[in-house]
């Protein structure tokens, strides 16, 4: 049996698929935009750009024409390819992991969120990528379920832990979330790694299963979440927990046991916490961009945290998350955290509705069980808020939704 190297779609596209398809590509272009991001196209133009060194900027396959303009791009400049020069033919896959070795100088630049501005664009090398994938012929067996946007730091993380070592990746990231059981249970899928957001979505419909072949499951891009985790467990009892500190400027950087990273004996002194609990990175550690913000050489992610000890720490929320209320700030992480204890409840989104009063107010969006009432379960939350809760904290609006608004990213949207 060939090696796949994607299913998407019941689509399924081999390494030996994807090696032709390099040799074969004979035109470099400087933008990668994908309409709809198709994972093995965006993956095919990432790869060759690797191979043949040459430097490829990454846009979301979902952008407009509107948001790409506002980018300072030309839209017609993403058509625009050259033919090249140098070509080289592998033979087989271990020649081109053996080109992968020797390249130095390529440079992938991805654009931030910009949910504090206008997103910033960001340059990294192999280096700074894949700084923590880890490849050894220990993981050669391992199938990889693919549930992030493939234009992002985190796709991109969980991209090249697979092909260095020539995985399977299974395409999940849009998909049904009551497909999701069946995908895990036909490709045997050995490691998940999404957001919090993804795994209580796609909860309701893995529960009263037990997938045991799963070794893994990885939390990315939200605060890590131990009511959710204990959940999980039931469901995957082989597999390890873990959680992943990573951003667009600095890629993957601490990892942690449940809710507490791990700051390298290689970075501390290139890792400070504020006096108002800010995260800060040495810019040593970051990709490149003209247009980064620096406080003398250090940059403010934004995230506050606090120390649990001098190598340890734990997130705490966005700094651009808190809520005013009355002149109490409101930290909607912990009243989600709580909330979500509620039984029927299966995922909460708080957000702040100006107030003449209070200046903000706390709005609770919550997805429910189907079979729990509106009005017993709406008492029920507010009863346990005003028991758990100081009294700041307690959302004075509870309102039902079937779904909860998500970024590109797949994080939740507080807007």
């Not at 020539?166 to 249970?185: C, D, H, R, V």
Request: one cysteine or more; a neutral charge; aromatic letters at 12%.
């Amino acid at each position: 049996m060939e090696n796949v190297f994607l299913i998407h779609n019941e689509t399924t596209y081999t390494y030996k698929k994807l090696l032709f398809d390099l040799n074969n590509k004979v035109y470099e272009t400087p933008y990668l935009y994908v309409k709809d991001n198709h994972p093995y196209e965006v993956f095919l133009a990432i790869v060759h750009s690797l191979l043949f060194d040459y430097p490829i900027e990454v846009l979301d396959g979902d952008f407009s024409e509107k948001e790409i303009s506002e980018l300072g791009i030309n839209v017609n400049a993403l058509t625009l390819t050259t033919k090249m020069k140098e070509r080289f033919h592998f033979q087989k896959l271990d020649d081109v992991m053996k080109q992968i070795k020797k390249i130095e100088k390529w440079q992938l630049t991805l654009y931030t969120s910009g949910t504090t501005g206008r997103p910033k664009k960001m340059s990294h090398t192999f280096h700074t990528l894949t700084r923590n994938v880890k490849k050894h012929t220990k993981f050669e067996n391992d199938v990889w379920a693919f549930a992030y946007n493939p234009t992002h730091m985190a796709g991109l993380q969980v991209f090249f832990q697979a092909f260095l070592n020539q995985n399977t990746l299974i395409y999940m990231f849009g998909e049904s979330m009551k497909k999701i059981p069946a995908l895990i249970e036909e490709y045997q899928i050995t490691h998940i790694s999404s957001t919090a957001t993804f795994y209580r979505n796609v909860l309701p419909y893995v529960q009263g299963n037990t997938f045991s072949m799963v070794k893994r499951v990885t939390f990315g891009g939200e605060k890590f979440d131990l009511l959710l985790e204990g959940k999980l467990k039931a469901v995957f009892p082989n597999a390890k927990m873990i959680n992943i500190y990573a951003s667009t400027e600095a890629g993957s950087l601490f990892t942690a046991q449940r809710d507490t990273f791990e700051i390298k004996p290689e970075h501390q002194q290139w890792v400070k916490i504020t006096a108002q609990q800010e995260l800060c990175i040495h810019h040593s550690l970051l990709g490149h961009s003209e247009s980064l913000s620096l406080d003398s050489k250090w940059f403010h992610t934004g995230d506050l945290v606090e120390w649990v000890d001098e190598t340890h720490f734990k997130f705490q929320s966005r700094q651009s998350d808190m809520i005013n209320v009355g002149g109490y700030k409101v930290n909607p992480l912990e009243v989600e955290n709580i909330l979500m204890q509620v039984p029927g409840v299966i995922d909460i989104l708080v957000k702040s509705k100006k107030n003449s009063v209070t200046g903000e107010l706390l709005v609770a969006d919550v997805i429910k069980n189907q079979e729990i009432d509106e009005k017993e379960l709406k008492k029920e939350i507010k009863q346990y808020a005003s028991i758990h809760l100081q009294e700041w904290k307690v959302p004075r609006i509870i309102r039902f939704v079937d779904e909860l608004p998500s970024t590109r990213t797949g994080k939740k949207v507080r807007k």
